[in-house]
Each structure stands twice: as structure tokens, then as C-alpha cells.
């Protein structure tokens, strides 16, 4: 029955788009570039206002910063299986290691926050790329 009603769908493109449209695309986009910024925006200042004592004290000497390092790490995995992801369903062109090397440098410039928000943003971009009316024409036509 699926393959009926894409049949029926995929000869109009205009079902398609209101099937699988991206009408809230921009709306995400602007969430996500808003959470990037004040994100990135946080961190630096704390970077700039907390590094210097931490880095004199030793970095993990305090049991906040124990647990943020956790965090950090939980965050930036959580990219980096974002990433591994849309690689595997063919939704990026570029290697994933590549993307990893981008998350990674944006994990430690900008803050574990910021490269979530930056992440999820690539992450629906992409995918509405991947299932856009010619995405799904394309799928079709290689079966």
C-alpha cells in the first residue's frame, strides 16, 4: 500500500511538498543560529573569566569541573553519533571523520552547547535536503 500511495504522490510534486515539506526549516534554523550565538557567546565569556584559574589550580581539581568535563564529553559523543548517523543513510557528501574533526573544533572554541545547537542545525538541514520531492524521485527511480 506505501508504495501505492508514492506512486500516486510522486507523480505530483507539489503532494510531495505538503507531505514532506520544510515549512518549519527556517523556524529551526533560526532557534538553532539564536542557541549558537548566546551559547558561544556563555562559554567565551566563561572561558575567558574561569581558564586562567582552573588552569593554575589544575584543571580538574574542582568537582564541577569533573562533572562538566562528563558533560562535555556526553555532549560532543552525541555530535559525533549525529554525525556517524546521516553519514550512514547517505545524507552528507562530505566523510564523517571530517564532520568529526568540524565538531570537535567547534566543541572546544565555542562550547559543548554551541556545537550541539550547530550540529542539530547541519543535522535538519540535511535531512531535508535527503527527503525533499527530489530526494524522493531519486530514491524511486533507483528501484
Known amino acids: 500500500m506505501g508504495s501505492k500511495v508514492l506512486d500516486v504522490v510522486s507523480t505530483s510534486p507539489s503532494e510531495i511538498n505538503v507531505v514532506f ?10 532557534f538553532f543560529n539564536a542557541l549558537l550565538l548566546l551559547t558561544s557567546a556563555f562559554h567565551v565569556l566563561l572561558s575567558l573569566t574561569y581558564a586562567p584559574r582552573l588552569l593554575n ?19 560532543t559523543t552525541w555530535c559525533f553519533y549525529t554525525a556517524w548517523d546521516l553519514g550512514r543513510v547517505d545524507a552528507i ?4 571523520l571530517e564532520v ?3 565538531i570537535f573544533i567547534g566543541t572546544v572554541a565555542c562550547g ?11 543535522r535538519a538541514v540535511r535531512l531535508a535536503d535527503a527527503r525533499s520531492a527530489k530526494g524522493l524521485l531519486a530514491c524511486k527511480a533507483e528501484r
Open 112 to 122: 559543548p552547547a554551541a556545537a550541539l545547537a550547530g550540529t542539530w542545525e547541519w
Open 100 to 102: 568529526w574533526a568540524y
Open 21 to 30: 515539506g520544510n515549512f518549519d526549516l527556517p523556524y529551526q534554523k533560526q
Open 57 to 75: 589550580a589544575g584543571i580538574f581539581s574542582s568537582p564541577l569541573a569533573k562533572e562538566l568535563a562528563s558533560l562535555v564529553a556526553l555532549t
Open 93 to 96: 557528501e562530505i566523510p564523517v
